[in-house]
């Protein structure tokens, strides 16, 4: 197992519509090892393929030390067959860190994927897993949670993201922020 180096927004493949997986093969295997070690590393609850560059319909999570009893995840090709209710929560995700705004989603909801094994797998989620979810979910389609806040504030946050980075690594990141 190794740690995989998180893609950091703007990075294009954080744009990218996840592939299907057909073929649970070894290297799916590795690459689910991996990301349970990036995602426990970080650490973060939740982490899809495209946030280490590998655009595949693939989502790791692990909500166990903030709701017990819910254990690890490992999700293929999941998708949202039924939701119920909105909430709004305070998000942040490992590829837009230090980065936290409200999100408006939905309260409850089930999740039909295939497990590492291949199996079929339902799940039905409340609370911080099922904003976990939607939110891993999203990553697969190429979308973030800013997507999800006002324009005001998003405003707001790219002024400020592109000063961070200009700060960070001296790079002109005007052009990647549309
Ligand atoms: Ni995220």
Known sequence: MSLLPICI????????K????????EQIQCLIDDMIETM???????????????????VVLDVERREPGRGLLV?????????????????????????FAGVVRHQEVV???LDREGKEIEIAADGLL????????????GKLFIDRISRISRDIF????????????????QSCLD
């Open 75 to 99: 999700l293929i090709n999941p998708e949202l067959v039924g939701a119920a209710g909105t909430t709004k929560s305070e998000e942040g995700c490992l590829s837009i860190p230090g980065y």
């Open 111 to 113: 999740v039909r994927a």
């Open 158 to 173: 790219k002024r400020k993201w592109k000063k961070k980075l200009k700060e960070e690594e001296g790079v002109e990141a």
């Open 18 to 25: 996840a592939e299907r997986i057909e073929n649970i093969d």
């Open 40 to 58: 426990h590393e970080a650490p973060g609850i939740g982490l899809a393929a495209n946030q280490v560059g590998r655009p595949v319909r693939l």
């Open 130 to 141: 099922a904003i976990c979810l939607q939110h891993e979910m999203d990553h697969l389609d």
């Open 9 to 16: 927004y703007p990075d294009s493949v954080l744009r990218r």
